[in-house]
């Protein structure tokens, strides 16, 4: 079975930074993606930001220049650091991992991030 569990989320003000981490834990295999997701209320879970099957990062256009997706391969971690924040990227943040070689995918809890003055 495999885990992830995330951490770092909080109430920032507008401008401000925070760096969420999530962790794997367990029958991992081989990874074929890993990445962040989030869903505000009353919208649908989007990408936030992913490393690709190709080793390639991906964001989505909101976010581009402001996050930055980073992992450290010993520690089956990665980590999305959060500059600038807006009140728009309030969401609960969640952690996906797509993992071969049946490319089952695996979600984290969670971790709520707000952005308010």
């Known amino acids: 079975q495999v885990q992830l569990v995330e951490s770092g989320g909080g109430l920032v003000q507008p401008g401000g930074s925070l760096r969420l981490s999530c962790a794997a834990s367990?029958?991992?295999?081989?990874?074929?993606?890993m990445g962040w997701y989030r869903q505000a209320p009353g919208k649908q879970r989007e990408l936030v930001a992913a490393?690709?099957?190709?080793?390639?990062?991906t964001y989505t256009n909101s976010t581009k220049g402001r996050f930055t997706i980073s992992r450290d391969n010993a520690k089956n971690t990665i980590y999305l650091q959060m500059n600038n924040l807006k009140p728009e990227d309030t969401a609960v943040y969640y952690c996906?991992?797509?993992?071969?070689?049946?490319?089952?995918?695996?979600w984290g809890q969670g971790t709520q991030v707000t952005v308010s003055s």
């Open positions: 996906r991992l797509t993992a071969r070689p049946f490319f089952n995918v695996y």
């Open positions: 367990g029958s991992i295999g081989s990874m074929h993606s």
């Open positions: 490393f690709t099957s190709g080793g390639t990062t």
